[in-house]
């Protein structure tokens, strides 16, 4: 026989005595704390929202359940905020400079200095329909560009906007003008000693090689379509960013080259070339530039990158040669301007490009190019050009029967400061997700 164990008995019969006593003591408890700090959940407002949308799936293998949680596949997808797909909103702030505080701005384009009497066009801002666009953060923009020389090659829109990102800069570092050429000063460079950057302008209206039209030459324009412009590509290896921006020069009369001889022209009536527009040379032009600059840098392995400012339209309400005006004060709303016709065109033609070479440039690693898509955005701000305040005061002495009016630049401060913003966000995406190849 064996011993048997005398408090066996009285143990059990006392846990069976005790347990519904401790299941109504621990069930209001648990009930309290579940009252007073309920579960979290997860976000619901757009204004809970960070400015990309990050969702997280977690796959498990098919192991067993003791298999450890470092085993775990996270796997992370963002969806990137369009910056360029939104309204325009009306913004108390106002701009980060003035007219009489930044000392690069072309004189034609100094709207305030120049006698605008509304200022409402300060007060807007560019709200994306998925996201916020973050104000300018001069100092972050210099950091990002730090022991960087930064280039803006093109026409007059590529000065502008170049300016707008000088003034920006220039309050919270003063630049030093350190090298300044040509008519109007068309090849200019600044300096920021705090944070060794060098940012140029380089006039270059086709990109590629072209003799421009003057008073005492022919009324046409030349291009040779299958040379870049020497003028900046010869200083090509020097830079580690290049903004390119053309348009406008493409629709005044040319005689286009090719492969030695004459390809064709745009309006030239009085020559016997044939007539091809300037869709498609806009195009070849763009391709020769880009590719230009994907075979110089290849396997440099310092790397380069190249955006590429979209069309920006212009506002002329009449001809631009016959009195034409651009007299809105406030932005287009509620679908009130659609994107078609000639600036669509444009827009899409410089588009299609950045994706050919953005494909291109992959195969080497070490070259970014990226579209900075202003075109619908800026054809929404009738309201952000200089008009008749191209010259100073022009209605000084009452009004004019015909004044000149700029409706293609942008008065600084002004819309195209919009630009420089969604600059930044790109450069600050850029940082994120280094070169591929580097």
Known sequence: MGITNPFKDQTLSLTKRLLPWTLYTLLPIALIRLYLYPLPFPPSSESELPHSTRVTIISHSSQSASTPPSSEKVKTYETPCDYFDGKWIHDKRGPLYNGTTCGTIKEAQNCITHGRPDSDYLYWRWKPRECSLPRFEPNTFLQLIKNKHVAFVGDSMARNQLESLLCMLAT???????????????????????????????????????????????????????????????????????????????????????????????YCPDLNHTEIGFYDVLRKALRTTLNS??????????????????????????????????????????????L???????????????????????????????????????????????????????????????????????????PIDTWNEIFLEMMKKWEQHPRTGE
């Open 172 to 266: 919270a570092s003063t630049p030093d003008l350190v090298y300044r050429n040509g008519e109007d000063n068309k090849f200019r460079r600044w300096h920021f000693p705090l944070y060794n950057v060098s940012i140029s302008l380089y006039w270059s209206p086709f990109l590629v090689q072209g003799v421009e039209k003057s008073n005492s030459g022919p009324n046409h324009n030349k291009l040779y379509l299958d040379h870049v412009d020497e003028r900046w590509g010869g200083d090509m290896d020097q830079m580690d960013l290049i903004v390119l921006s053309i348009g406008h020069w493409f629709l005044h009369p040319a005689v286009y080259y090719e492969g030695g001889s004459v390809l064709g022209c745009h």
């Open 340 to 414: 078609e016709g000639m600036d669509a065109d444009m827009r899409k033609i410089e588009i299609e490009e950045v994706e050919d070479a953005k494909a291109k440039a992959n195969k080497f690693g070490g070259i970014r190019v990226e579209a900075l898509d202003v075109t619908k955005l800026a054809l929404l701000r009738p309201d952000g050009h200089p008009g008749p305040f191209m010259y100073p005061f022009p209605f000084a002495n009452g009004l004019q029967e015909r004044v000149q009016n700029d409706c293609v630049h942008w008065c600084l401060p002004g």
């Open 293 to 338: 600059i994907i075979d110089r840098r290849k396997g440099k392995g310092n790397g380069i990158d190249v955006i590429v400012t979209t069309f920006s339209p212009a506002h002329f309400e009449g001809e631009w040669d016959k009195a034409g005006a651009c007299p809105k004060t406030k932005p287009y709303i509620n679908e009130e301007k659609q």
